[in-house]
């Protein structure tokens, strides 16, 4: 009854675990991209201070590329290893399984130990390409760990088949006349083939697997690991990449118009600032023109110029309350 019961607990957290984890994955994606996003325009995410359901609006756009990029790639590794399958399948195959597992580990181990370059070395990780390390740590440590899975199995057939051959019989030799009694022989090593089948015994032992467990697991901590830094990678360069379609955009959008009653200090200098003529004392007497609305949270306006220069311009933050009124103008 416990097995069975531990059986079903296993089948969901295989189900549960992997959903859970993309979930986490892309959530974050979404928020280090909106991070990037706004820190170009000089906003750190923290002082905008987005609600959750914000949050996950802004991060919807974001988790679109990622997605349809891990969907190809996991076709392609189900393509894959369905024709590794195909080629396990069948003892007749043996020599491919091999020569396979032999390409896929060495071709582990250089990915390996490029990304372990990369970490040690930070120079080369700073001038790589996006996420070339955490992609050569992960990537090189599942197959390696795939890679010697199909040798493990070439290796356990190989054995059996060596075993089941066993050493050919020998030659009848006809029967010859006694012969006086001869000093003892020295021992004869058993042959090679009367040790066959103790590989297999060995690779197929609880300890080894047990190993494995244990291995499979630092890999999978070492996919992880790798997964949200690539994502790190990735949202960092796409927000920045959508910061700067912002940018180019901000004169396509509709104006913001700022009607306040008291002055603004330190405005941009590509904002015009006008003063309007006013009978009442508590009046919109100020008016600036030339804004587009970055965005609006929590009681506050986020507002930057229409053209957008990185490294002079300022995004100018007021209150988003009776003392000021804003008017729109279609871009």
């Not at 002082?47 to 919807?60: A, I, K, N, T």
């Not at 089941?164 to 000093?183: K, R, T, W």
Request: aromatic residues 10%.
């Amino acid at each position: 009854m416990d097995g069975r019961i531990w059986a079903r607990l296993w089948t969901v957290a295989n189900v549960i675990a992997p959903t859970t984890a993309l979930t986490t994955l892309l959530f974050y994606f979404g928020y280090v991209a909106t991070t990037a996003r706004f820190r170009y325009f000089g906003v750190y995410l923290d002082m905008v201070d987005l609600s959750l359901q914000e949050m996950l609006l802004y991060g919807v756009e974001v988790v679109y590329p990622p997605l349809i990029v891990l969907a190809v790639i996991s076709l392609l590794v189900i393509a894959a290893h369905t024709t590794v399958r195909w080629t396990v399948s069948s003892p007749d195959r043996d020599a491919i399984t091999g020569w396979v597992g032999l390409f896929t580990v060495l071709l582990g181990l250089l990915a390996f130990t490029r990304g372990v370059v990369g970490l040690l070395v930070p120079r080369v990780a700073r001038t790589e390409t996006i996420a070339t390390t955490p992609v050569c740590l992960g990537c090189g440590a599942l197959a390696i760990a795939y890679g010697l899975g199909l040798l493990r199995t070439f290796a356990i057939r190989w054995d059996r088949r060596r075993a089941a051959i066993g050493d050919p019989p020998a030659d009848p030799v006809p029967a010859a006349p006694p012969a006086p009694p001869a000093p003892p022989a020295p021992p004869v090593p058993p042959s090679p083939a009367a040790h066959s089948g103790e590989l297999a015994d060995w690779l197929e032992s609880p300890a080894v697997r047990r190993i494995s467990r244990y291995a499979l697991a630092w890999v999978a901590v070492i996919v992880v690991a790798g997964s949200f830094w690539t994502a790190n990678s990735f949202a960092a360069a796409y927000g920045r990449g959508r910061a700067l379609d912002d940018a180019a955009s901000l004169e396509h959008r509709p104006e913001v118009v700022l009607y306040t009653k008291e002055p603004l200090r330190d405005v941009p200098a590509a904002v015009e600032q006008t003063e309007v003529a006013a009978a009442e004392k508590d009046s919109y007497r100020f008016r600036y023109r030339g804004l587009r609305l970055l965005v609006e949270s929590n009681g506050r306006l986020f507002l930057v110029p229409a053209r957008w220069i990185a490294g002079s311009s300022e995004t100018l933050v007021v209150p988003y309350d009776d003392s000021v009124r804003i008017g729109l103008i279609a871009g």
